[in-house]
């Protein structure tokens, strides 16, 4: 496989708004509320993003939507929090929905936030009547390795060594390359830099092995809810890996950006915003 887009699938695993609610502790994000609606849509970022990746799109749907916008714990200068585990923030992104009686939701999710939208679609189907994955697949790591399993023992204390021990300059300059990989607008590389540069070390270290070993295939058949899957364009060269990492996705709908990499927000806007905005808005 072409080094770059192999380099690219794993960097991808790697405030705006003034908060309006206060979440407690036990959450392991920040909530920012923009907006009001008797229907509600909660935006999860990607791998080490802020809620602001957000912002534009959010700007669509609060005249008609209450948004949610979280940040994760830990990343993008929000305050880091254990156990720091993609299960546990799939359990506590349903809690919040279950305790603030959140109805008529809509998940939109980037990255790693689209793995989470998945995650619980799958698991908590009763709460979710619609979701959008923004170019996320199932099992990430098996596009390069078609034979990659989870690790049921995995130990991430090798990799969060590694991060911890890294100078700033070199994490500044590791993130800085994978830039140009990530995003094709020029003019955002500094902001999505910056939230890396903000994000917890081990949270980082510690959620960049998770989700690398996260593979959620075999759940997509509980996924009930009816799904749009926004993929970027350089991905069409991989549609038939693609489609058989979905295959079990029942209520899925695939579109391929015209232009752009793993940003679709910033790189493709117009075909973005007006694929989302039709399938929200769809009764």
């Known amino acids: ?3 770059k887009i192999s380099i690219a699938l794993i960097m991808c695993l790697i405030n705006f708004y003034t908060p309006s609610l206060d ?29 602001e990746v957000w912002k534009d799109t ?29 299960e546990h923030w799939k359990s506590q992104i349903a809690n919040y929905i279950k305790n603030e009686n959140i109805e008529g939701l809509i998940l939109v999710g980037h990255s790693m936030g689209g793995g989470l939208a998945m995650a619980i679609a799958a698991d908590y189907p009763e709460l979710i009547e619609k979701i959008v994955i923004v170019d996320a697949l199932p099992a990430l790591m098996a596009l390069t390795n ?20 890294m100078s700033n300059q070199q994490f500044y300059e590791m993130q800085k390359s994978s830039m140009p990989i990530l995003m094709a607008n020029v003019e955002m590389h500094d902001t999505v830099l910056g939230w890396s540069m903000a994000s917890d070390r ?43 990492q979905y295959k079990e996705l029942k209520t899925g709908q695939f579109r391929y950006a015209n232009k752009g990499l793993h940003f679709i927000m910033y790189d493709d806007v117009d075909w973005y915003l007006n694929e989302l905005n039709q399938f929200i808005t769809a009764y």
């Open 58 to 86: 959010v700007k669509q749907f609060e005249s008609n939507f209450t948004c949610h916008i979280l940040t994760m714990a830990g990343f993008a200068g929000a305050a880091p929090q254990s156990p720091i585990t993609f």
């Open 146 to 165: 078609p034979e990659f399993k989870s690790n049921n023992n995995l130990d991430c204390s090798e990799q969060v060594k590694h991060f911890q021990e």
């Open 202 to 244: 081990e949270t980082f270290a510690k959620m960049y092995c998770d989700f690398s070993n996260t593979d959620l295939r075999s759940r997509l058949n509980r996924i009930e809810c009816p799904t749009l899957v926004l993929l970027e364009s350089y991905f069409v060269n991989f549609k038939p890996a693609i489609e058989e």
């Open 23 to 51: 979440t407690p502790t036990s959450y392991p994000f920040t909530v920012q509320i923009s907006g009001q609606g008797d229907k509600s849509i909660i935006f999860i970022p990607g791998f080490a993003s802020s809620g």
């Open 1 to 3: 496989m072409n080094i």
